[in-house]
């Protein structure tokens, strides 16, 4: 019994840890399975992600695609039932469901709710010694990490979705100018009401959620003890994470209607930075990638606006680990000059290529072998990254080569 509630504990953290550091929806899902496989030995395992009518699979095998009327059938039962179950202890009146799950090599099937609604299951089976409830029921204390996990990576999904729509809309428009000026700004108008309603929208519960979860961890609702803290941590900075990905469409917004501006107060800059770096730190060893900080030994003050400038060295960094395959190496270096503060980041990653470069940082543009290596990203962090420095009045530092990795940064003034 020690060691079943030890292996769950551990199977808990490892998937906070994932869910935490994770952004892109299919890789999560491979990996909870991976980690899974790892504690239980499995011999089929399934992740299936739902919202409304859309769905999404992961199976170990990288090769099944569960079809819409199985995945439905049994996620019919789950919304009834509301709780994780064992195949061989089905009712006899689900004969048709037992049969299907047998099927697939199921023994237990664990769903995945939030707020009430059914965003996924979880279903893992074992040939020679089937798989107990009790060795898969633990994972209820993680599950409002998965399922704000999937609601978030549909949610990204249906942004790139339309982003990519009106882009295209836009394109087009453009072919057309001079003729047909007017209704390509009638477009461009609706493509900045989308972004400044949907980031509006999408910001109100995940403040919400992150309010709440600091409030706990401060101990409103009561003492909590260091496993609550560590999970709920890991909670916090990736609801974190999430706001500012959010931040960065509704400043895109701001900027299109004149509302963009820089509040500066006096930071430590490298603290700023120690911090950034720190919070991704679990998301490097989760790649494999080596990521290292070179600081000053005394402090930075500068007047700076701090919450921009978290999210311009959040954006570099994150990037940088993200196009950096598993063995490289990330450096962030901060070095305290004489009339000014320089600030690199230096990956050993894919590069971008030399034809594509001074295009990188205007609004939604993406490399190609990024959007290769990562569909689900806006174009819009570096594109906010340059205006941020500008209006400090600095420089933005770039340098790249294809196949062996870039430099980003940024110089600052001391006295602006």
Same mark, same amino acid.
């Given at each position: 019994?020690?060691?079943?509630?030890?292996?769950?504990?551990?199977?808990?953290? *490892?998937?906070?840890?994932?869910?935490?550091?994770?952004?892109?929806?299919?890789?999560?899902?491979?990996?909870?399975? !991976?980690?899974?496989?790892?504690?239980?030995?499995?011999?089929?395992?399934?992740?299936?992600?739902?919202?409304? $009518?859309?769905?999404?699979?992961?199976?170990? $095998?990288?090769?099944?695609? !569960?079809?819409?009327?199985?995945?439905?059938?049994?996620?019919?039962?789950?919304?009834?039932? =509301?709780?994780?179950?064992?195949?061989?202890?089905?009712?006899?009146?689900?004969?048709?469901?037992?049969?299907?799950?047998?099927?697939?090599? #199921?023994?237990?099937?664990?769903?995945?709710?939030?707020?009430?609604?059914?965003?996924?299951?979880?279903?893992?089976?074992?040939?020679?010694?089937? &798989?107990?409830?009790?060795?898969?029921?633990?994972?209820?204390? /993680?599950?409002?990490?998965?399922?704000? %996990?999937?609601?978030?990576?549909? %949610?990204?999904?249906?942004?790139?979705?339309?982003?990519?729509?009106?882009?295209?809309?836009?394109?087009?428009?453009?072919?057309? &100018?001079?003729?047909?000026?007017?209704?390509?700004?009638?477009?461009?108008?609706?493509?900045?009401?989308?972004?400044?309603?949907?980031?509006?929208?999408?910001?109100?519960?995940?403040?919400?959620?992150?309010?709440?979860?600091?409030?706990?961890?401060?101990?409103?609702?009561?003492?909590?003890?260091?496993?609550?803290?560590?999970?709920?941590? *890991?909670?916090?900075?990736?609801?974190?994470?999430?706001?500012?990905? /959010?931040?960065?469409?509704?400043?895109?917004?701001?900027?299109?209607?004149?509302?963009?501006?820089?509040?500066?107060?006096?930071?430590?800059? #490298?603290?700023?930075?120690?911090? *950034?770096?720190?919070?991704?730190?679990? %998301?490097?060893?989760?790649?494999?990638?080596?990521?290292?900080?070179?600081?000053?030994?005394?402090? /930075?003050?500068?007047?700076?606006?701090?919450?921009?400038?978290?999210?311009?060295?959040?954006?570099?960094?994150?990037?940088?680990?993200?196009?950096?395959?598993?063995?490289? =190496?990330?450096?962030?270096?901060?070095?305290?000059?004489?009339?000014?503060?320089?600030?690199?980041?230096?990956?050993?990653? !894919?590069?971008?290529?030399?034809?594509?470069?001074?295009?990188?940082?205007?609004?939604?543009? =993406?490399?190609?072998?990024?959007?290769?290596?990562?569909?689900?990203?806006?174009?819009?962090?570096?594109?906010?990254?340059?205006? #941020?420095?500008?209006?400090?009045?600095?420089?933005? /530092?770039?340098?790249?080569? *294809?196949?062996?990795?870039?430099?980003?940064?940024?110089?600052?003034?001391?006295?602006?």
């Amino acid at each position: 019994m020690k060691n079943t509630r030890k292996k769950t504990k551990s199977i808990q953290s *490892e998937v906070s840890q994932v869910v935490a550091s994770v952004k892109d929806l299919r890789f999560l899902m491979q990996r909870v399975l !991976m980690i899974l496989d790892r504690h239980l030995q499995l011999d089929s395992g399934y992740f299936v992600a739902i919202s409304n $009518d859309n769905y999404l699979t992961s199976d170990l $095998d990288k090769n099944l695609n !569960m079809p819409k009327s199985d995945v439905f059938e049994i996620a019919d039962y789950l919304k009834i039932h =509301r709780q994780v179950f064992s195949v061989s202890k089905l009712p006899k009146a689900y004969d048709q469901l037992r049969k299907l799950l047998l099927s697939y090599k #199921v023994d237990v099937v664990f769903p995945i709710f939030h707020g009430g609604k059914l965003s996924g299951f979880i279903a893992v089976g074992r040939q020679k010694t089937p &798989i107990s409830i009790r060795k898969i029921s633990g994972l209820k204390d /993680i599950g409002g990490e998965l399922a704000i %996990a999937v609601d978030y990576g549909f %949610a990204m999904k249906t942004i790139h979705s339309l982003n990519k729509n009106l882009q295209q809309k836009i394109d087009n428009a453009t072919s057309e &100018i001079q003729k047909n000026n007017r209704q390509l700004q009638k477009l461009d108008d609706a493509k900045d009401e989308f972004l400044s309603m949907a980031s509006h929208q999408l910001r109100t519960p995940l403040t919400s959620i992150k309010g709440y979860i600091d409030m706990v961890l401060d101990g409103d609702a009561g003492k909590i003890n260091q496993t609550q803290r560590q999970y709920l941590t *890991e909670a916090f900075r990736s609801s974190e994470r999430m706001v500012n990905l /959010i931040s960065d469409f509704l400043n895109v917004s701001r900027l299109q209607t004149g509302k963009f501006s820089i509040d500066k107060t006096e930071v430590d800059l #490298v603290d700023l930075v120690e911090s *950034e770096v720190a919070t991704l730190e679990t %998301a490097a060893n989760l790649r494999g990638i080596d990521l290292v900080f070179y600081k000053p030994k005394k402090a /930075i003050l500068i007047k700076i606006d701090e919450t921009k400038f978290q999210q311009v060295v959040m954006n570099f960094v994150d990037n940088a680990l993200y196009y950096t395959p598993e063995g490289g =190496r990330v450096e962030v270096i901060l070095e305290d000059r004489v009339n000014e503060v320089v600030c690199l980041v230096k990956d050993t990653g !894919m590069g971008v290529p030399k034809k594509e470069q001074e295009n990188l940082f205007k609004k939604f543009f =993406r490399a190609t072998n990024a959007r290769r290596q990562r569909p689900d990203g806006t174009g819009v962090g570096l594109y906010l990254a340059k205006t #941020v420095v500008a209006g400090h009045g600095g420089e933005i /530092i770039f340098e790249s080569e *294809e196949g062996k990795g870039s430099t980003f940064g940024f110089r600052l003034p001391k006295n602006n």
